[in-house]
């Protein structure tokens, strides 16, 4: 089986950095990616891991440690706007995602 | 570029009606374009992959007489939820991979459309 375990939420202020982390077990790895999605919308892709280390996109960065089953995601100079849910997924030989059960962000003034 | 789009955006119906969900790749082919239903407060669940051209494959406990999905096209999934029941009331988003392995697009990339919401009264 397959499973991935997230923090439920996290509350976090303007402009301060805060970071996600995702463990996950899983019969076959080829992996890690994040999406943030906002209420009523649909997921959009933030970043992908498929090898050890630290993957940076703007304010965002996504590490990878498969050793430990282990990756984050790095949120810097957080904005109002960044209150959203962050769902880690794992990606299968086929392609598949599976996703976590998603953490909610809420960024505070 | 690599937009997804799904019709109707919601639907309200009676109990024992059929539903039938649109999920269209508008500026790319996608072999394979995946179904996901999730509940509010949830995570996403994925329910099929569809492959273009051959049968879907289900996910465990997702009845494939109840939600039967078609792959006609490149471009195109339907997925209808038959004689729907209040408890499958639902945001039901559908994804697609991009069919090309290099160039802009990743390959990795799941590409998702902006769900459609059913409620079942």
């Known amino acids: 089986g397959q499973s991935l375990e997230q923090p439920s939420e996290v509350t976090a202020v303007e402009g301060a950095i805060v970071q996600i982390n995702c463990t996950y077990q899983?019969?076959?790895?080829?992996?890690l990616s994040w999406y943030q999605q906002h209420d009523g919308g649909a997921p959009t892709f933030l970043s992908y891991n498929a090898l050890d280390g630290l993957e940076e996109t703007g304010r965002f960065s996504s590490f990878l440690s498969r050793s430990d089953s282990y990756g984050y995601l790095l949120l810097q100079e957080l904005q109002m706007k960044d209150s959203a849910s962050y769902f880690c997924?794992?990606?299968?030989?086929?392609?598949?995602?599976?996703f976590g059960q998603g953490t909610e962000l809420s960024v505070k003034p | 570029g690599a937009v997804v789009s799904q019709h109707p955006s919601w639907v309200i119906c009676k109990s024992g009606t059929s539903v039938k969900i649109e999920c269209r790749s508008l500026?790319?082919?996608?072999?394979?374009m995946f179904w996901y239903r999730q509940f509010p407060k949830q995570s996403l669940m994925l329910m099929a992959t569809?492959?273009?051209?051959?049968?879907?494959?289900?996910e465990q406990g997702v009845e494939k007489d109840k939600f039967l999905i078609n792959h006609a096209s490149l471009t195109l999934s339907t997925l209808t939820v038959t004689s729907a029941h209040p408890e499958d009331s639902s945001f039901y988003i559908c994804?697609?991979?991009?069919?090309?392995?290099?160039?802009?697009?990743?390959?990795?990339?799941?590409?998702f459309g902006p769900g459609t919401r059913l409620t079942v009264l």
């Open positions: 500026d790319f082919q996608a072999t394979t």
């Open positions: 899983t019969s076959g790895f080829y992996g």
């Open positions: 994804s697609a991979r991009d069919r090309t392995s290099g160039g802009v697009r990743s390959y990795n990339e799941q590409f």
């Open positions: 997924a794992v990606r299968d030989q086929g392609g598949k995602l599976i």
């Open positions: 569809s492959n273009e051209g051959s049968k879907a494959t289900y």
